[in-house]
């Protein structure tokens, strides 16, 4: 399998689903799989779920990248960014359409943790 073919929208397409039909099957929103297929942040259980339907490892499939801000504050000492909160964080939009720094993620992951 290429690299092309391991495509999450590939994967979709080869099996001549909708993204409708994709939402039936995995229980997951229709807006999440077309995040997810158009390379935004996602979370490890939804590319793990996809993963089992396609009968794939959880490593056959693409992991998008995370923002540059994101990934700089997470490999930071002492970082200890959750999964679900990489989810969270992933899954925002700005109307600015800037990059956020990694120190603007810091000041919305404190916000955010004190809103749990």
Do not use: I
């Not at 693409?62 to 964080?89: D, F, I, K, T, V």
């Amino acid at each position: 399998m290429t690299a092309d073919d391991t495509t999450l929208r590939a994967l979709r397409l080869e099996r001549g689903w909708t993204l409708t039909a994709l939402s039936r099957e995995t229980g997951m929103s229709v807006g999440m799989l077309s995040d997810l297929e158009r390379g935004k942040c996602s979370s490890e259980d939804a590319l793990t779920r996809l993963a089992v339907l396609y009968g794939l490892s959880r490593h056959q499939l693409p992991s998008p990248p995370l923002p540059p801000g994101l990934q700089e504050l997470r490999s930071r000492p002492g970082s200890n960014l959750s999964a679900e909160l990489l989810s969270r964080l992933c899954r925002l939009e700005f109307r600015s359409g800037h990059d956020l720094s990694a120190d603007e993620w810091q000041r919305l992951v404190v916000t955010l943790e004190g809103t749990d």
